[in-house]
């Protein structure tokens, strides 16, 4: 459930029995639950239930009780982050498309050269990725496949966001790799598939000097259901 309709449904209850929430909670998980709150605050979490609780006139704790009242009790925002006009005009921009698909790319052909290459860069020459032979007699997929890492490395390109003649973000001065969220790879990418990725951005943050992105990105191949990675990308632009 997420933390705005916990907060509704719970907000009646609350009022009715102030210290209800008091004798949930022993005081380890009032930590992990301030902790939380100090965590979210920090995000676009907080502003989110704050936003809620405004718009339902509940921007008020009905809880009595110190300790409840600290533990239901969204902090106080921090103040905003003062961004440059360049970063102020990027954000206005990114921000209506959360949520939405904002690339889709170009298919890409994966050949067994690009595999061997790959395997010789990182020294990751399991049979099932180079041995075509043994690949179709032993392996249940009847020929060789992808690298993960393989495919995790050609998103940059998939995604068109290595493209100096097309920068995505012109007025950014450097553009980030800060990290993946999470990585999976639900589907084996054979040799000889085509792949493309498609892009949805989840978030648009700011942060000291510029903005941090969170893209979910999905390497689709080409007549399969099933895409052969799927990873959540955090970019940080600087300006």
């Given at each position: ?67 409840a009242e600290q533990a239901i009790a969204v902090e106080p ?163």
């Amino acid at each position: 459930m997420k933390v705005v309709d916990f907060i509704k449904t719970k907000r009646e209850i609350l009022a009715n029995n102030p210290l209800e929430l008091k004798d949930w909670l022993s005081p380890s998980l009032r930590d992990y639950w301030m902790e939380f709150l100090n965590k979210a605050n920090q995000t676009q979490l907080a502003s989110q239930v704050r936003e809620s609780l405004v718009s339902n006139g509940q921007a008020t704790s009905a809880v009595n009780g110190s300790d409840a009242e600290q533990a239901i009790a969204v902090e106080p925002a921090k103040p905003a982050i003062e961004l440059s006009a360049e970063a102020q005009a990027e954000y206005d921009t990114l921000l209506p498309q959360v949520g939405e698909e904002i690339h889709v790319g170009e298919w890409l052909h994966l050949d067994q050269k690009r595999i061997n290459e790959f395997a010789n860069v990182t020294m990751d020459h399991q049979w099932v990725h180079t041995d075509p032979e043994r690949a179709a007699s032993e392996s249940p997929f009847k020929t060789t496949i992808a690298h993960g890492f393989l495919t995790l490395s050609l998103i940059p390109y998939l995604s068109d966001s290595v493209n100096p003649e097309q920068p995505q973000h012109p007025n950014a001065k450097m553009v980030v790799n800060y990290g993946l969220n999470q990585v999976r790879f639900p589907y084996p990418l054979k040799v000889g598939n085509n792949v493309r990725a498609r892009t949805k951005l989840l978030s648009v943050t700011p942060i000291k000097r510029g903005l941090e992105l969170v893209k979910e990105m999905k390497v689709e191949i080409e007549g399969c259901r099933r895409p052969a990675c799927v990873t959540e990308s955090v970019i940080r632009l600087y300006f």
